[in-house]
């Protein structure tokens, strides 16, 4: 027995070691990077100009680039107007992301059994394994959601799948994924992680190396987030995942009452030192497409500052957050995100400020809170949930959704979303075959009642149509 745990601490230890030198293989120098004080994440950048600014994980040492690429909407391969054909990933097109990735700095790769239709994994395991192991850092889910996957054979059977996608033996961050969501949050909680016993397991799978850091994402129900802080002593959690940007930091809760204000998870996991890992920094594309008099009061701000890296700027300047994730399915969106944090640019509190009145004016559209986190994909009926609700975003935040003919642009308005709708949404997929059925409603962590909203843009569309 004592052999077997020397064996145990003795695999972590190397893996703790390997770990140190991994950002360093990825194409930068970490000389600059201190260390960690006081349990917080280390907020300098590396040394020297143009590299990528990188954090300390307290607990193992690893210098976890501040950028993180999620694996969450990867590229497809264009199949032209075969709309009802299901989309399929451009292997080639990932990997050459991936390869950009590490070469500028980045070594934070996350993923989940639930990407991309079952995907995700696959495709981030082909990419990586063409690079040393060494050299990148996985993440990846225990997304159990269904209750045919809350038995304790069938959850590991799934972790144990993620090994074999991913063409790994061990998992550097391995997450209880979304808690907190569902009618009962505490009670799926119960359900998918304690009474199965998985929970037990995953402490034994970090014990023994095979997970080097665990933590767990959150959506929902406060009650399960504060639930599970509170035995932290207990599970000693590596890190946790939130939804942190500009918006939620105060109004996350006003735009859907399931949702958590940022401020609050942010301030409570660094009062006990656990990292941050920060999900939808742009809020699926929302901060990135803001209504035009925002994009005014930000380019009057700076001029050579592009939107979206207000939004990476606010969730990577908080200490304690030791990544931020991005999906980023085109070349030109790493790149400018590479360009964003190497190194950051550290907000003051007076641009702070300018952020939160930023919020303040974004508040005041009606717009959907739809992240494009494609949930709620597929439809049984074929439509394109979140392209449909984004275009009725877009179209929002461009003034071209308008209270009817009296309006002096209505003529503008009503070409541009109509014509807009049927370029980025095929016919057959569009808001009027939503038949009700509500498959999709429970999935979405923003709450979003979809068939409700379906038919209202479906009744918008017609009214435009009819006038």
Request: proline share 5%; with cysteine; charged share 25%.
């Amino acid at each position: 027995m004592k052999e077997d745990k020397d064996m145990i601490k003795g695999r972590r230890d190397f893996l703790r070691k390997l770990s140190i030198g991994a950002a360093g293989l990825a194409g930068l120098s970490l000389a600059g990077c201190r260390q960690a004080t006081s349990g917080k994440s280390d907020p300098e950048p590396a040394s020297g100009e143009g590299e990528m600014t990188y954090r300390t994980n307290p607990t193992t040492g690893d210098k976890v680039s501040l950028l993180g690429f999620g694996m969450m909407r990867l590229p497809n391969v264009d199949k032209g107007n075969a709309a009802d054909s299901e989309p399929e990933i451009d292997q080639e097109e990932v990997n050459r992301l991936v390869d950009y990735a590490l070469a500028h700095g980045v070594n934070y790769f996350d993923t989940s059994p639930a990407y991309c239709r079952g995907f995700s994994e696959r495709a981030t395991g082909i990419a990586l394994s063409r690079h040393p192991r060494e050299s990148y850092f996985i993440a990846t889910k225990l997304s159990n959601f269904a209750p045919q996957t809350w038995s304790r054979e069938a959850s590991i059977a799934m972790f144990r799948n993620s090994l074999k996608e991913l063409q790994t033996d061990y998992v550097d961050y391995l997450l209880l994924h979304a808690i907190g969501m569902g009618d009962d949050g505490m009670e799926e909680f119960n359900n998918r992680y304690i009474k199965n016993g998985i929970l037990d397991f995953l402490l034994e799978e970090r014990e023994a190396g095979r997970i080097r850091n665990l933590g767990f994402s959150y959506h929902g129900d406060v009650a399960v987030f504060d639930h599970a802080l509170a035995c932290h002593d207990k599970y000693k959690w590596d890190f946790v995942q939130i939804q942190l940007n500009y918006l939620d930091w105060k109004y996350a809760k006003q735009i859907n009452p399931r949702n958590t204000d940022a401020e609050y998870l942010y301030n409570e996991l660094e009062s006990r030192g656990i990292p941050a890992v920060i999900m939808e920094p742009l809020l699926g594309g929302r901060l990135s497409n803001v209504p035009d008099d925002v994009v005014r009061m930000l380019k009057e701000r700076e001029p050579e500052a592009s939107v979206a890296s207000w939004a990476f700027r606010f969730a990577g300047s908080k200490p304690g957050v030791m990544c931020v994730l991005s999906g980023m399915n085109r070349m030109e969106h790493l790149q400018e995100n590479i360009r964003n944090y190497s190194p950051l640019k550290v907000l003051t509190d007076e641009e702070f400020a300018f952020l939160q009145r930023t919020a303040d004016r974004m508040m005041q559209f009606d717009t959907i809170p739809c992240n494009d986190c494609k949930y709620c994909m597929p439809c049984p009926y074929g439509l394109d949930i979140p392209a449909v609700l984004l275009h009725y975003n877009k179209c929002i935040n461009e003034g071209n959704v308008t209270a009817g003919p009296s309006d002096p642009n209505y003529a503008r308005a009503r070409r541009a979303f109509l014509v807009g709708y049927d370029r980025s949404v095929p016919r057959l997929r569009q808001a009027s075959h939503c038949i009700g059925c509500g498959q999709c409603a429970p999935h979405c962590p923003q709450g979003i009642n979809i068939p409700a909203q379906m038919h209202r843009i479906d009744e918008y569309v017609e009214k435009l149509k009819r006038n």
